[in-house]
């Protein structure tokens, strides 16, 4: 499972993947995270072209703060391009949590690995809060 990193979650995903590899879980499961730039796509993009993107790769889209309000609003692409088949947006509850709470990095992990190990469920979500 690949998951598209929003830009301001560069430093948490790079945490993120290191306690799921220091977990041992990176042997169960192939995990990775990959930023936008990999993907070339500018941290400016709308969020209805990073969303797209995702759908288009299978990829799961990590975030904390994608907009609510406005015609390329995630809020709006959800609502208006989301189908049954379409990939859930993983969203951060505290970002900032991620960062400075090993507690609650672990809780981040164990809710990210079971949306991979059951992500068939998940399928047709708009977005998923973590933890």
Not at 45 to 65: E, K, P, Y
Request: aromatic share 8%.
């Amino acid at each position: 499972m690949i998951f598209l990193v929003d830009h301001n979650l560069e430093g948490h995903a790079l945490l993120l993947s290191g306690s799921i590899t220091n977990q041992g879980w990176q042997d169960l499961f192939s995990i990775r995270f990959v930023l936008l730039e990999e993907m070339s796509l500018s941290v400016n993009s709308s969020d209805r072209v990073v969303w797209r993107f995702a759908q288009t790769n299978q990829m799961l889209l990590l975030t904390a703060n994608r907009r609510m309000k406005g015609k390329d609003s995630l809020e709006q692409v959800l609502q208006q391009e989301n189908t049954p088949t379409s990939f859930p947006v993983i969203t951060i509850g505290d970002a900032d949590r991620v960062l400075n709470d090993p507690d609650y990095r672990d809780l981040c992990v164990n809710r990210l690995l079971e949306i991979v190990l059951y992500i068939e469920n998940y399928i047709g979500t708009r977005r998923i809060f973590i933890p």
